[in-house]
């Protein structure tokens, strides 16, 4: 697609619940990445994958926390037992080559948790 | 760890005034990324630096790499109200990390 793809956009939780939010990055983009943003602070990264490969899942913040992308497209970032903590935006990030171009943000999937 | 700390934290200008946000690392920055985030929106991505001493320009945007590599800026000259948002600077730990600065809320006064 032309750009990054994120549902749903806006997600409301009971406490306890589980959620899956989804990304669906730009064609061809073999990086994906997660992050998470808290109100009125940067982005944090929370996972990274190469195709299907997550190389990189130090960010992610507990064990209730859980991404898969099967097939190299599309990611899942899975989150069980949502916690009020949890709500902020969660971002999706695609790039053709990290070390030399810049990232494509989708944007975003707003988590609120009450 | 590292920190990558950006000041002002907020910025108000008058349309037409010029405008600078500082990207200072306590650690060597790899490559420097320049994001642009309007309120409500995502991380738009606005340039990458990578050579020590780099200066690139965009329009009215000259983004800058410091010679240690220790610090970057983003200046604006002659602000509009397009560039209203957040300003955030990123570096590039390796091949999967960007790790973002604070951010610089710039608010353009009509």
């Known amino acids: 697609g032309a750009g990054v793809s994120q549902s749903p956009r806006y997600k409301v939780a009971k406490r306890g619940q589980d959620v899956a939010l989804r990304c669906d990055p730009i064609s061809g983009h073999v990086s994906l990445f997660w992050y998470q943003q808290a109100l009125g602070q940067g982005p944090e990264f929370l996972t990274y994958?190469?195709?299907?490969?997550?190389?990189?899942k130090s960010g992610l913040p507990s064990d209730r926390f859980f991404a898969e992308r099967p097939e190299g497209s599309v990611s899942t970032l899975k989150i069980q037992r949502t916690q009020q903590e949890d709500s902020a935006v969660y971002l999706c990030?695609?790039?053709?080559?990290?070390?030399?171009?810049?990232?494509?943000f989708g944007s975003g999937t707003r988590l609120t948790v009450v | 760890g590292q920190q990558v700390m950006q000041i002002p934290q907020y910025q108000h200008v008058q349309e037409g005034e010029d405008f600078t946000t500082y990207c200072n690392s306590s650690t060597t920055l790899s490559n420097i990324q320049w994001y642009k985030q309007r309120p409500g929106g995502h991380p738009v991505f606005l340039i990458q630096l990578v050579k020590s001493g780099e200066v690139k320009k965009q329009k009215r945007l000259t983004f800058q790499f410091g010679e240690a590599k220790k610090n970057s800026s983003l200046h604006i000259t002659a602000t509009q109200t397009t560039d209203v948002g957040t300003y955030f600077c990123?570096?590039?730990?390796?091949?999967?990390?960007?790790?973002f600065g604070t951010g610089t809320r710039l608010t353009v006064i009509p």
């Open positions: 990030a695609s790039s053709l080559d990290p070390g030399y171009y810049g990232y494509t």
């Open positions: 994958f190469q195709n299907e490969a997550q190389l990189d």
């Open positions: 990123a570096d590039q730990t390796g091949a999967n990390n960007l790790f």
